[in-house]
């Protein structure tokens, strides 16, 4: 039997305004023969696997088929890169304008000694503009879903704010409420008010633009979404020097190709992947595979795109370009781990698919039951208009983005930035931290670590004579020593051998810095061999010591790691670094179990080999090289110091760098999530108790609209507690 071969295509999807979208969308493509797809809300994308013998163009038009609109996704590569995105403010015009227009209906309508004659012509004026323009994205999606025969939450917003300003424009045109002089006062007393005279004009605008300030806040988070592969993208060269014809000549990446030769020069990136020609430099590699310690390379030796080369000459032959290249492949990573956490349905939304279509059916039994038992259409009209004003979602729409708002201001003041609502339901259930060590547990800098000297010497003399010659090289290493040893005395007839060290004249003495060449003194043996970064000092043709450089512990990791242990979580250091190296600042900082010489791939891999052992997992990290192992994980934490594709990749960064960020972001996460939590419940209850009050006329539209308000001052203020979170 043939196996049909199996493609696979992102495509960028517009209009969706919840989860309910996401997973039409889904069903829409699985109705295609062989096709699967992965919806994700939070990002706008499609993951879709189909047959070869389906065009990409039929996924798109089976997704504007739905109502939407979709458009195959650019590749992870040079065509990709260029400035992110800009947020469109059309969203934030639309809810300035309409907050202008609803404070003086809400004023006139709640403050009789503030209406004018025709006042209530005044606020219908302005409540049109907010119920037709300002609620003009809430009216679009309801009908969207209408003509596809379902409901979400911007039904019941569409239909409650047409409701309430039909019956206000019923009551001015053919009631009294439009009569010279009428004055609307505000008062909760039942049947206070003949219902022909009573105008809601102030819950048509005030409803609009609560859900639409919710609809704001929630679209800000949603447009930083796609900026990971940017700022993967951003980490590699824009233009390459080629030879051509042993000239060289400046070109776009975009148009190198496999087999060109290109030049490198000190400071600048290594333009894609390939293999030394000529020359030797030490490569600074750390933003790609976590090494903190520079790499030696020359002829023959391959070399990565999105490195720095950070002293020496080279000419790299291309060997991968485009989307073959490490770097593409480490934004194909994201890219999958992102498809992989597949749209995370909001639990106001899960609710709603149960909720809307039963308001609706209490709606019209309502109706249908007055007329039935004899009343007037007045009055079974404003019982139903009620019943949708009472069970309009406002408490819904701000219960996540108020307390997201509180909980990430606060977070904001402590260091810690939090994307979304989305990843907060991780946060209570994590058990393991995996913590990166270059830049996260370490500072990322060469520092010096020890200067041992052989019998004979003292350590001040082999310090200073060593970073007298290092003070005339550019290598990471030779600079640490160089800071090291402060003033020096000068050197002359320096030499750069590539691969073993310098060599240099100080006062009259010839030093040699690199390498060891000749034999090891034994008091130095153990010096060399505890796996550090060693050089050796020698003169007069003997080693006279030993210097050890080593990347920095923070001296806040120990404390940060402790109280990650007290929350009850385990700690695990994963490098790229050596297996010793790793081990050593594990012991340094109490973490017992360390996973050492790892390339990005590899991460990914053991990020999801913990989560298949029912661990779950948040990932710390700051460099390219962890970014997709941020996206795999169940919740990404990015320090603010690191690169932007760690940080754009990241469900929380944190800004100040520091590790003690990691518990007190988690203990904030869990906060803010419990809030959330609080207020959805809150909301569906006054929900589901003011609904049968309503529908037995207990309330008319205006107390309704009063007591929706009140749910809202409820979930707000509930959130403001956010603030004092220590």
């Not at 009472?390 to 606060?410: I, K």
């Not at 019998?455 to 310090?463: A, K």
């Not at 996973?595 to 080999?609: F, R, S, Y």
Request: with cysteine.
């Amino acid at each position: 039997m043939d196996t049909v071969a199996e493609r696979e295509l992102d495509l960028d999807l517009g209009g969706m305004t919840c989860a309910s979208c996401a997973n039409r969308i889904e069903r829409k493509l699985a109705k295609i023969d062989g096709v699967r797809a992965t919806v994700n809300f939070a990002t706008e994308r499609a993951h879709v696997r189909y047959p070869a013998g389906v065009q990409p163009a039929e996924l798109v038009s089976a997704v504007e088929s739905a109502g939407y609109s979709a458009a195959v996704s650019l590749p992870a590569g040079p065509a990709a890169a260029g400035p992110a995105e800009p947020m469109p403010d059309h969203l934030g015009r639309r809810l300035a304008i309409s907050a202008l227009a609803a404070v003086p209906v809400v004023a006139l309508s709640m403050i009789p000694t503030l209406q004018f004659d025709y006042w209530q012509w005044v606020a219908l004026a302005l409540t049109t503009l907010v119920v037709f323009w300002g609620g003009y994205p809430f009216h679009r999606a309801a009908l969207t879903n209408a003509r596809h025969g379902s409901s979400t939450m911007d039904t019941l917003v569409s239909l409650g704010t047409l409701a309430a300003y039909g019956w206000s424009l019923w009551a001015l045109v053919f009631g009294t409420a439009g009569q010279i002089g009428m004055t609307h006062e505000f008062t909760l007393r039942l049947g206070a008010h003949d219902p022909a005279g009573q105008i809601y004009l102030e819950v048509s605008a005030a409803v609009t633009v609560f859900l639409l300030a919710g609809r704001y806040a929630e679209s800000r988070a949603k447009r930083r979404a796609g900026a990971a592969l940017r700022a993967l993208i951003e980490v590699g060269a824009k233009d390459v020097t080629v030879l051509r014809a042993d000239a060289e000549r400046r070109i776009p990446v975009s148009e190198l190709r496999v087999g060109d030769r290109f030049v490198v020069r000190p400071g600048e990136k290594i333009a894609t992947d390939g293999r030394v020609l000529e020359g030797a430099a030490a490569v600074d590699a750390s933003t790609v595979t976590g090494e903190s310690v520079p790499i030696e390379v020359s002829g023959g030796d391959a070399v990565v795109g999105g490195t720095v080369n950070t002293n020496g000459r080279l000419v790299v032959r291309a060997e991968r370009v485009g989307a073959d290249t490490q770097l593409a492949h480490i934004a194909a990573l994201v890219t999958e781990a992102q498809n992989g956490k597949a749209a995370v349905a909001r639990l106001a939304d899960r609710v709603s698919a149960v909720f809307v279509p039963v308001v609706l059916v209490v709606a019209a039994a309502t109706l249908t039951g007055w007329l039935v038992t004899g009343h007037a259409a007045t009055e079974a009209f404003t019982a139903a208009v009620a019943v949708l004003i009472v069970a309009c979602p406002c408490a819904l729409g701000l219960a996540t983005p108020t307390a997201l708002l509180v909980g990430t201001g606060r977070g904001a003041q402590l260091g810690i930035l939090i994307r979304g609502p989305e990843v907060l339901e991780q946060t209570k259930r994590i058990d393991t931290v995996v913590l990166d060590k270059t830049g996260t547990v370490t500072t990322g800098r060469m520092t010096l670590d020890e200067v041992v000297a052989a019998h004979g010497e003292s350590p001040d003399r082999v310090l200073a004579l060593a970073a007298a010659v290092e003070g005339a090289s550019e290598h990471p290493v030779a600079r640490a020593i160089a800071v090291a040893g402060g003033p020096a005395p000068s050197v002359t007839e320096f030499e750069n051998r590539p691969g073993i060290g310098v060599v240099g004249l100080v006062e009259g003495v010839r030093v040699s810095v690199g390498r060891p060449e000749g034999p090891i003194p034994a008091e130095l043996r153990s010096v060399f061999g505890a796996g550090r970064t060693t050089v050796a000092v020698a003169w007069d043709g003997a080693i006279r010591g030993a210097i050890t450089v080593a990347d920095a512990v923070k001296p806040t990791s120990a404390e940060a790691v402790a109280q990650i242990v007290a929350l009850g979580m385990t700690p695990v250091l994963l490098t790229g670094d050596r297996a010793e190296v790793g081990h050593a600042v594990a012991r340094s900082v109490g973490i017992d179990r360390v996973i050492a010489e790892v390339m990005p791939a590899d991460k990914v891999a053991h990020v999801a080999g913990l989560q298949a052992e029912g661990a779950v997992v948040a990932m710390v990290g700051d460099g390219v090289n962890d970014a997709a192992a941020l996206a795999t994980a169940d919740v990404g934490l990015a320090m603010g110091t690191g690169t932007d594709a760690a940080i754009e990749a990241g469900d929380l960064t944190l800004v100040r760098g520091d590790l003690r960020s990691v518990p007190q972001a988690i203990r904030l996460s869990r906060a803010t999530l419990g809030t959330i939590r609080a207020n959805l419940f809150w909301a569906f209850a006054y929900n589901v108790a003011a609904i049968p009050l309503a529908a037995l006329g207990l309330l008319n539209p205006m107390i309704a609209g009063a007591a929706m308000a009140l749910s809202s001052v409820f979930v707000v203020g509930n959130s403001l507690r956010l603030r004092r979170f220590r």
